[in-house]
């Protein structure tokens, strides 16, 4: 509640200036939709309390990440109270595969993919089998019931160019990644549209 009184302090204040600031309320690690619920009716009050106080109206937007294979499986449910959703990939990977990146990287990952138990380490490239499977049911689900829902991915996968092209193709708008990976990601973008004809993507890269 803190944290949402100080976005809309500041974009109140941003409003009064003449601005057009446009908050995304993200709540993370949600796993069943009543969570959500619950969740965005208490900040919702707290926006209110203080776009009344300063007498300011603004637009903002409330969307949840997708990293518990439960709430991708249940998508449907849940943009019924997120505008967006953001999949955490790197959660959704290691609560998909019960697997602690720490310890699967640090101790045992090498070994599975010399060994050939794994293609990739699916910390550094999506899994399309299984986490993908999750992605693509919670895309479909979600926007069969809110058509205009925004759907993107932060992590580390953001960068990788074998990831991003599976995200063009799961038709999400936008991949989130660490900065010094943001050229690569871009490349890898524009390699898909190109891939794919989707002329009209390039125009945001």
């Known amino acids: 509640e803190m944290q949402v009184k100080a976005i809309f302090e500041a974009a109140c204040?941003?409003?009064q200036e003449g601005k057009n600031p446009k908050p995304e309320i993200m709540i993370p690690l949600v796993g069943h939709v009543n969570e959500l619920k619950v969740v965005r009716?208490?900040?919702?009050?707290?926006?209110?309390?203080?776009?009344?106080?300063?007498?300011?109206?603004?637009?903002?937007?409330f969307g949840t990440m997708i990293e518990v294979p439960r709430a991708a499986l249940t998508a449907d449910e849940i943009a019924e109270y997120?505008?967006?959703?953001?999949?955490?990939?790197?959660?959704?990977?290691?609560m998909t595969y019960a697997y602690s990146r720490d310890d699967a990287e640090g101790k045992f990952m090498f070994k599975y993919i010399e060994e050939g138990i794994l293609e990739a380490d699916p910390f550094q490239t999506l899994d399309r089998k299984g986490v993908g499977k999750l992605m693509r049911l919670a895309v479909e689900a979600g926007r069969k019931k809110r058509p205009n829902l925004e759907v993107g991915i932060c992590g580390e996968h953001g960068g990788d160019p074998s990831s991003i092209?599976?995200?063009?193709?799961?038709?999400?708008?936008?991949v989130s990644c660490s900065p010094f990976r943001v050229p690569v990601a871009r490349l890898a973008a524009a390699h898909a549209a190109l891939k794919s004809g989707d002329a009209e993507k390039m125009r945001y890269l």
């Open 13 to 15: 204040e941003l409003k």
């Open 41 to 61: 009716e208490q900040l919702e009050k707290v926006a209110r309390e203080v776009m009344e106080k300063r007498g300011v109206e603004v637009a903002y937007k």
């Open 82 to 94: 997120a505008e967006f959703f953001s999949f955490g990939t790197n959660d959704l990977t290691q």
């Open 165 to 174: 092209e599976f995200c063009h193709e799961l038709g999400l708008n936008y």
